[in-house]
């Protein structure tokens, strides 16, 4: 078996990058693009929203599906490979890596893992339908948030924690109310968020729904309202609204890796010195959201892809792998 100078686990914006970038430095990269680990597939995240309007160079905006074609074919371009297959296993404890799918064992001097992280969802019939069909359904308020559609409207955001009320609190620029639904009777966040929060409500731009969870969401083509029940008495009302943002957490797909590499304390790669993309074990690069539970948006994964290519590449070169 030859082994491989740098195969990429993952193939959206972290791991494309990653192959452009080393198939650039003629490192011949072989990806494995996924088939549907981690809900995902080919492509990445990206591939289940309408409009990318925040990817610089695109002044009318992008289907996602079309800007990871694009991703695709560049790397292609120079010199990628590609199988379309989820990676089951991989062994660091030897070198070279052993990276293994249902039909394929390859052997790699360096490895670099793009598997992202999956957002969470109430798993909702119609949630998933409109979330797909761009109704008005969403689980990043940065991503779709100003878009026109959501101006001056009523949203709705389910979550409490820190990153609920960042995302809430970002919507208030552009919605006319934002409606906060919590499970509990108070928040999760913080104490600092905690505080922006209650000012938005005086400001009467924010309003919690207490001890209530999204039981269905309604509409057809867009959007029209929620449905929500009460967890301590059980009543159901339904709530108007012409958006819905789901903020309870993200899941890294970093299943693979567990008791091999670090992890943080949320389960995403740790990434042991700051603006590197060094994973734990030398010859690991990691790159886009599976390392990332800040920014987790599609530039800041083809940025850090970038930087594991080159990291990779120099660390071969100081192998002696060229
Ligand atoms: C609905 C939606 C809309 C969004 N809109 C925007 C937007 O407008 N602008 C923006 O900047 N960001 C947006 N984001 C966020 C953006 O999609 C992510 O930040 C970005 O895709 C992360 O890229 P990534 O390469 O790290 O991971 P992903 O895109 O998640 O890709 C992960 C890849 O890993 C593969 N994979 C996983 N496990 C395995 C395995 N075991 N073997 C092989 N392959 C595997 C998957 O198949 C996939 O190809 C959106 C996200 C969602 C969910």
Redesign the pocket.
């Known amino acids: 078996m030859s082994v491989e100078k740098a195969v990429v ?7 494309l990058t990653a192959a452009i970038y080393a198939a650039r430095a003629a490192l011949s990269p072989l990806v ?4 549907n ?2 809900g ?7 591939m ?2 309408t ?5 610089p160079g695109f002044p009318d905006g992008v289907t ?1 599906p079309l800007l990871m074609k694009a991703f695709r074919d560049q790397a292609e371009r120079f010199g990628t490979r590609y199988i379309r ?4 296993e991989i062994d660091l404890g030897k070198r070279p890596f052993v990276v293994k799918s249902d039909e394929h064992t390859v052997e790699t001097h360096a490895l670099i893992i ?6 969470n969802w109430r798993g909702l019939e119609n949630e998933q339908r409109l ?1 797909q069909s761009g109704g008005g359904v ?3 308020a940065v ?2 948030g100003a878009m026109p559609i959501y101006r001056d409207q009523e949203l709705v955001v389910v979550g409490g924690g820190d990153s609920a009320i960042e995302e809430a609190s970002y919507l208030t620029k552009f919605a006319g109310k934002v409606h906060i639904v919590h499970r509990r009777d108070q928040l999760r966040a913080g104490k600092a968020m905690q505080e922006r929060f209650f000012k938005l409500v005086d400001e009467g731009k924010m309003q919690p729904q207490w001890n209530s969870v999204v039981d269905d969401v309604l509409g057809d083509q867009f959007i029209t309202g929620v449905q929500l029940k009460d967890v301590k008495t059980g009543d159901v009302r339904e709530l108007p609204c012409r958006g819905l943002f789901l903020a309870i957490g993200h899941t890294p ?1 970093t299943e ?1 890796v567990k008791g091999k590499l670090d992890l943080d304390d949320k389960g995403y790669i740790k990434l042991p010195n700051p603006g590197s993309s060094h994973a734990s074990i030398e010859g690991v690069f990691a ?4 390392a990332d539970h800040l920014y ?6 083809a940025g850090t ?1 970038c930087m594991a290519a080159i990291d990779a590449e120099r660390w071969l070169a100081a192998q002696g792998i060229e």
Do not use: K, M
């Open positions: 686990i993952g193939s959206g914006p972290a791991g494995f693009e996924g088939f680990a981690g995902l597939i080919p492509g990445g995240q990206l289940y929203t409009e990318v309007e925040n990817y996602g297959e989820d990676v089951n793009a598997t992202g992280a999956r957002a979330a969403s689980a990043c991503c779709d797909n693979l790159a886009g959201d599976v987790r948006q599609a530039i800041t994964a892809g």
